[in-house]
């Protein structure tokens, strides 16, 4: 399924990740106080392959009862965990962080299978940046009086969690990890088109001996994480996911002692200037937008190029897309995998649609889509004005908006022009002009001369629409302590 | 001279964009002491008062918050010379204000100045005690910094008229943010005075702008409008911080929900923080040469 | 095929009309991060090549190998067997192809030469004070018109690395086009920048540049003979910078990475970077080599493996 551009010449044969490996059962309870149990209405719900529609599993589905058993749950393991000397709560994470090492090629298969992005992407940076944050925050868990926030700072107790579907496990370790290593329990609900990776999370807690209750997954759809958000017995509310929803939550709490944090929605403005290093930009941009299929929220969705060197970026980036391969997700040289639903790709299909309507010129490489699944081809848009909803909203999708500006100060006004503020990037040799553009951009993350990086102790979060609060480094313990 | 002098009135305006303007509404309302006597006429601000105020102090940040943090904390010390000249004025104002004798109510325009210049230290020494680099696990230099809010609507405390006003005002401008400040609605004077103070400090004009008049019915605009970022709610009741949480929700503004505090103690930097985003810059190292990996 | 030197009508034979207008032309070429240039060749280098694709690999690596002796004890015997396993490098297996050339010292050439008469293998020759390439552009050319007229179908020159790390760029420009002049018609000119010491990719860059605009055939990491010859990162670059002087003069040039590369993994590796960077068309022992020994045993042994199902071992490929 690779694009035509790609050499006939030198075909790379199928290379698929053996799918064995990862060994999944016909159906999943949810996991509540250490056990696997049914849902209290007998709900359940399927899990499909998004590359193929196959169904991978029934899972029970969460419903409100669920969720006040889970949370009473977290709540009497709360006393004994948070009381436990941080040394022995930082083992446990420790331990957590060494068997998904150990399990880290069958949880890349098995997250691929379930969301639809490449082996590539969830053997070499899903997996490892999993285990790398439960390491990080292992270590802080003994270490608490020294992180800035006074001496012996307090959980908060049961902290509610909900994760979106595009990164599943490492969404669920930046929740987690932070949460247990402060002496929080955990109720967390994975997104409903990818609940499988937590449950085999969940028999990772139960490998590494970790105390019934202290961490409790419920899959589930919307109204679970709603339930479990207003839960009045929930301390702390965590979630990742589209703006609207982190509104809404943010009513949900209003009036509450709840502490909260949001990582929402982005539309990162990457600004490429004349003197930028073109062939590294020309990655960076395309790592921006097409790393795990555009489906993350702090992609690089608009370019912002100096028009000098407009025509010579987007003829190299228009090559360089012509090389990308779209397919089988669990093949080892497959780039672009599939949209995580169908629900997703429609969406994607029709904001394409409206930049077209409103005049923005489309572009792809020539593609052949596989005929079942959910599937998009990496998408260009030209001609593309702030006024576009292509330039506005985000699309969380393989397409990419390409806007000009003139100078430096434009580039700012333009990048800053949007109620988000989660990401954005710039590429320039020039030292000063870097840390001048650093500065006045109104976004958590910006990525100089590189994009998409991450790192369990670099702080991750948004201005703005984009939400509040951090995750990631000693920053996103604050969010999990009494301070 | 046997018959005292007829003393001087002070009109109380507010204070918006580095001018004190009536309330556009042409209204006012009676602003009495503790036991009820007539002190002033305060204005009562609309909503309309609240919008321009919020142009005002958009306007003005990105020249505060581009400011060096040196030249804040300058300015702020500076508002606590020019208190010291007035102490006399302020003791007079909160005693009125908050029905304290004479001598609690200098305890409490020295405990205000004192804040001003607890703040003024800060403005320069946030950004190392909350911001620094990261260790990333790859060849990048990764530095987070704090960086201002925005726009943030500050609810004084209805009790603490002055006191209690400084120490929610001060952390917000301290770290670069500007403010639109809803005074105690009981007591506005010790807050429209301030202004004066503010105006003749090397404060620039919209940094802080002072309104007066019902907090639900300025607050209300405020915690919806879109072009403020941030909301301390520390000057409202339980039922109305439910209501302009709920507002807030609307653009997702910070909120710092009311808590009991006890302003005559030495605050922490909650408050500084409670409007401070965490900027998070890459930039890759490399090595040296072409001849070594860079990883 | 494409004529390997611009025409005196060209727009760009303006950028040697002299050393500041050279440098301000190589300076102005777009800077390389090094670590995002890094990250893309390490990228590619996770691609996984199985089966018939790994088949057709090791034919490509096979054929494009520069099978090279550049040591001071050469003698014609050792230049003649290594002559014999360039044109059959796998005596049980007439399917092998033959490598693209052999690579000696000036005075060898004519040996080598009649050992692979007939062939089709070439024999290229270093030249140019190799591998320093501290002499007198007159005893450096003489070297070139030495090999050239002892019949090698391909001079590997080196630049004055000297020069260029002190800025003299035309004086490298003019060595080039010295040499290339030397060369004449029949021989193929391989331009050697030595990497390790240019130090910088941005430098890199700039010689790839350089040697091209200056009329090389081919443009070449490394001697061998320094601690870091070629590198995926290195070579990477210097598709980027082949591709983009094709886009930009309709000239296509060929490289050459050389020393270091001594298993087919590695081979492998860089030929994605060649498919996925310059693409197909230097998909072919006319445009890309690799300067190696030791690595067509290994691409031989892999070949093995492939066609019987087991791992082969070193005592059944040849030592020469």
Redesign the interface.
Known sequence: MTMEN??????????PESRAIADIAPSYGLFIDGEFVEAADGKVFKTVSPSTEEVLSEIAQAGSEDVDRAVKAARRAFEKWSALPGSERAKYLFRIARIIQERSRELAVLETLDNGKPI?ETR?ADLPLVAAHFFYYAGWADKLDHAGFGANPRPLGVAGQVIPWNFPLLMLAWKIAPALATGNTVVLKPAETTPLSALFFADICRQAGLPKGVVNILPGYGDAGAALIAHPDVNKVAFTGSTAVGKEIARTVAGTNKKVTLELGGKGANIVFD??????AV??IVNGIFFNQGQVCCAGSRLLVQESIQDELLESLKRRLS?LRLGDPLD??TDIGAINSEEQLTRITSLVEQGEAEGAERWSPACELPESGYWFAPTLFTNVTQAHRIARDEIFGPVLSVLTFRTPDEAVAKANNTPYGLSAGIWT?KGSRILAVANKLRAGVVWS??FNKFDPTSPFGGYKESGFGREGGRHGLEAYLDV | MSDARLSVFKTYKLYVGGKFPRSESGRVYEVTDSKGKWLANAPLSSRKDARDAVVAARKAFGGWSGATAYNRGQVLYRVAEMLEGRRDQFTREVADAEGLSKSKAAAVVDATIDRWVWYAGWTDKIAQVVGGGNPVAG??FNLSSPEPTGVVAVLAPQESSFLGLVSVLAPVIATGNTAVVVASEKSPLPALSLAEVLATSDVPGGVVNVLSGRTAEIATPLAAHQDVNAIDLAGADEVLAKELEIAAADNLKRVVRPQPVDYAETPGIDRLTAFLETKTVWH???????????? | MPSSALTAAHPLKDVAASDSALRRFLHGL???????????A?SLG?????????A??ID?AISMVDLTTLEGADTPGKVRALGAKAVKPDPTDRTTPATAAVCVYPDMVAVAKEAVAGSGVKVASVATAFPAGRAALDVKLADVRDAVAAGADEIDMVIDRGAFLAGRYLKVYDEITAVKEACGTSARLKVIFE??E????D??RRASWLGMLAGADFIKTSTGKV??NA?P??TL?ML?AVRDFRAETGIQVGVKPAGGIRTSKDAIKF?VLV??TA??DW?DNHWFRFGASSLLNDLLMQRQKLATGRYSGPDYVTVD
Do not use: H, M
Not at chain 3, 30 to 40: F, I, Y
Not at chain 3, 46 to 54: G, L, N
């Open positions: 790609v050499s006939s010449v030198f075909a790379y044969a199928p290379a590539k070499d003197d930028a290093p073109i062939d590294q990655e960076g090389t080892k040289n040799e001369n590189t | 060849p990048f890759p190292t490399g090595s040296l040469g072409a001849s070594g990996s860079s990883y | 777009p800077g390389v991060d090094a670590v995002g240039l890094e990250g893309r390490a996770t691609r996984s090549i199985k089966t018939t694709a790994k057709y690999a490509l990497t390790g240019l130090s910088t990719y430098n890199i601690a870091v590198t990162a290195n670059l980027e030929l498919n996925e693409g197909a998909l």
